[in-house]
């Protein structure tokens, strides 16, 4: 279909109407493919109209000249449960000179869920009147997946918002820069934010989003506080929450876990950049023998086609705390208490012992990055997955040489070249010039990071900081950190991987990489009963200190097999572990048993 102008009255409209649909499925999408060329061919709409509602709900616009191309335009149009119908509007104001048009429009994904004959197991969910079978995952997301509301219904209202009528119990922090925002309809900034809510995919519904225009700064951030929540237990308790982050300076959106009320918390997943205008669901599982908060952290880009929206957020298995508060962090510095005696126990030499219940596990399971024993005794004495230093908490890292050292060598120790914390608070004023002034975490002279300092030791000194024992990673394991290298005498920093007596060069970099915290990525991959050593060696004078902080080690839990059998989109590996049928034969040992690159396939 194209348009072609006849006359020439000042404002005309050419309206391309659809026939009406009934309803559609939660996981529905539009497509079509559109022209618009020429010098004065304007904008065009797309608009939903739903029976009952005055006001249309632009599902997608074009502004201007597109270039002379066929461009593919998707669309999510989610779950909608009354009749409705499409309307393609095209304006002309007196001036029209180029073509509009549009072809091949597509439906995908749009039924409801077909009826089923049965649905056993506890990860399945039977629909009431639909007798479609769904995932137990989806049951209480404020979505309508099974099409009669039956998954939706009996959930407990403080553990869902849909933003439609405040914040429910959640919160805003007040140590944050500035606030969420609750709106309806599209965001004040074209070409980014949503342009209707998840909860009813119109222009009617609310959603929460982080406004990027002026006043906002570069690395502004805005935090949620959900509710407080009990310790998990032995099941699983999940949060899903759904976002969109549309626009070229898209910055980032992280979730947090903590159980101290005046602790950033631990990060448990985060999304940088532009994810395309269209919101998205996300579930993170969640475990803690502690009470527990989530903290949802949106991050200002730098400029104001950065808006990030939230909606639809729940929780499934958890239960609330009925406590006030959560505890603070007292400033004395009080290690894990561990109980001197181990409990009752049946294991062997070759097992560990769980703390709290004595129950048993392989000596493979400890330090891997999953905690195998209830009470996560078993990833007490390793490296954390993530460490920022803010704690002044080396998380795990130790330094070999101190450690044979220490004993009457307290004189020799202080003027050795070694690993240890720092902040920009501390700083002489000469030092600004081979030191960060701030560290990565915060960006403030408060922060704290981790440093090499070379007004210690001489020319080609070495200073090493190992994780302990690291007994199994997975395939895409790998660490990220930042690091910093300023000053006209920096020496190198190495990552090493060491293994029994053997230890090898994973990554290095040497002399002045300029006055900014630059990121590094290191992949590890499968390794078993190694140690990851960051070496510094000094350079010829004091003037350049080697610095380091937000050490994370990325998906290195090794697999897990589950009992479930593998989807058509997936290949099942030798060891029955299940991978995306995309990742066979690309170099990479994803099953780790080699099997996804075995020459037969």
């Given at each position: 279909m194209f348009i072609l102008k006849t006359s020439n009255s000042i404002s005309q409209i050419a309206r391309l109407r659809s026939p009406k649909f009934r309803q559609t499925g939660s996981n529905c999408t539009l497509s079509f493919w559109y022209y618009n060329y020429g010098e004065s061919v304007g904008a065009a709409e797309l608009q939903l109209l739903v029976d009952g509602l005055k006001q249309p709900t632009v599902l997608w616009r074009t502004y201007y000249s597109e270039g002379n191309q066929w461009l593919k335009a998707v669309i999510q149009l989610g779950r909608l449960p009354h009749p409705f119908q499409f309307s393609l509007d095209k304006i002309s104001l007196g001036v029209y000179e180029g073509v509009s048009a549009i072809d091949d429009i597509r439906f995908e994904n749009c039924a409801l869920p077909p009826p089923a004959l049965s649905c056993e197991g506890p990860n399945h969910f039977w629909c009431r009147d639909t007798k479609a079978c769904i995932d137990s995952l989806l049951v209480c997301?404020?979505?309508?997946?099974?099409?009669?509301?039956?998954?939706?219904?009996?959930?407990d209202p403080d553990l869902q918002c849909d933003f439609e009528n405040g914040l429910c119990n959640w919160e805003q922090d007040v140590e944050d820069d500035f606030d969420w925002i609750r709106i309806q309809g599209p965001t004040p900034t074209v070409n980014t934010g949503p342009l209707k809510d998840h909860t009813t995919g119109t222009a009617r519904g609310h959603y929460l989003y982080l406004e990027s225009s002026e006043p906002r700064q570069f690395r502004d951030k805005a935090v949620l506080l959900s509710p407080l929540f009990n310790p998990s237990g032995y099941g699983t308790c999940a949060f899903r929450f759904h976002y969109h982050m549309f626009g070229k300076e898209v910055y980032k959106l992280s979730v947090f876990q903590r159980t101290v009320s005046n602790a950033k918390g631990w990060l448990l997943w985060y999304k940088f950049g532009n994810q395309e205008n269209r919101w998205i669901r996300q579930t993170l599982f969640l475990s803690s023998s502690k009470p527990f908060q989530i903290l949802v952290k949106g991050i200002v880009g730098d400029g104001f086609t950065g808006d990030i929206g939230l909606d639809d957020v729940s929780f499934l298995g958890c239960t609330l705390y009925n406590g006030k508060n959560l505890p603070t962090i007292s400033t004395t510095t009080s290690g894990t208490s561990v109980p001197a005696t181990l409990p009752m126990n049946n294991c062997t030499e070759e097992e560990f012992v769980c703390r709290a219940s004595g129950h048993c596990i392989q000596m493979i399971q400890k330090c891997d990055f999953r905690s195998d024993c209830s009470d996560k005794s078993d990833e007490s004495a390793c490296v954390t997955e993530v460490c920022d230093f803010e704690d002044k908490d080396l998380c795990g890292w130790y330094q070999p040489a101190l450690e044979q050292m220490s004993g009457n060598y307290s004189i020799r120790i202080t003027?050795?070249?070694?690993?240890?914390?720092?902040?920009?608070?501390?700083?002489?004023?000469?030092?600004?010039?081979?030191?960060?002034?701030?560290?990565?975490?915060?960006?403030?002279?408060?922060?704290?990071?981790?440093?090499?300092?070379?007004?210690?030791?001489?020319?080609?000194?070495?200073?090493?900081?190992?994780?302990?024992?690291?007994?199994?990673?997975?395939?895409?394991?790998?660490?990220?950190?930042?690091?910093?290298?300023?000053?006209?005498?920096?020496?190198?920093?190495?990552?090493?991987?060491?293994?029994?007596?053997?230890?090898?060069?994973?990554?290095?970099?040497?002399?002045?990489?300029?006055?900014?915290?630059?990121?590094?990525?290191?992949?590890?991959?499968?390794?078993?009963?190694?140690?990851?050593?960051?070496?510094?060696?000094?350079?010829?004078?004091?003037?350049?200190?080697?610095?380091?902080?937000?050490?994370?080690?990325?998906?290195?839990?090794?697999?897990?097999?589950?009992?479930?059998?593998?989807?058509?989109?997936?290949?099942?590996?030798?060891?029955?572990?299940?991978?995306?049928?995309?990742?066979?034969?690309?170099?990479?040992?994803?099953c780790e048993d080699n099997s996804d690159e075995s020459p037969s396939i």
């Open positions: 997301d404020l979505v309508d997946d099974c099409g009669d509301g039956s998954d939706e219904d009996s959930c003027k050795t070249f070694k690993w240890q914390l720092g902040r920009g608070a501390n700083l002489y004023p000469e030092e600004e010039q081979h030191r960060p002034l701030t560290d990565h975490t915060m960006c403030t002279e408060e922060g704290w990071y981790l440093f090499a300092d070379s007004s210690n030791g001489e020319f080609g000194d070495t200073a090493d900081i190992a994780t302990p024992v690291i007994s199994l990673t997975g395939p895409r394991c790998k660490i990220i950190f930042w690091n910093h290298m300023n000053g006209s005498t920096i020496g190198s920093l190495e990552v090493l991987y060491k293994s029994s007596n053997k230890t090898s060069k994973l990554w290095s970099q040497t002399g002045s990489q300029g006055p900014q915290w630059n990121r590094a990525e290191v992949f590890l991959g499968i390794r078993s009963n190694f140690q990851v050593i960051f070496r510094a060696k000094r350079g010829v004078s004091y003037m350049g200190d080697v610095a380091v902080d937000d050490i994370t080690f990325e998906d290195c839990s090794p697999l897990l097999i589950s009992e479930k059998p593998c989807t058509s989109e997936e290949f099942m590996c030798a060891n029955k572990y299940c991978i995306p049928k995309n990742n066979l034969c690309d170099f990479v040992n994803d």
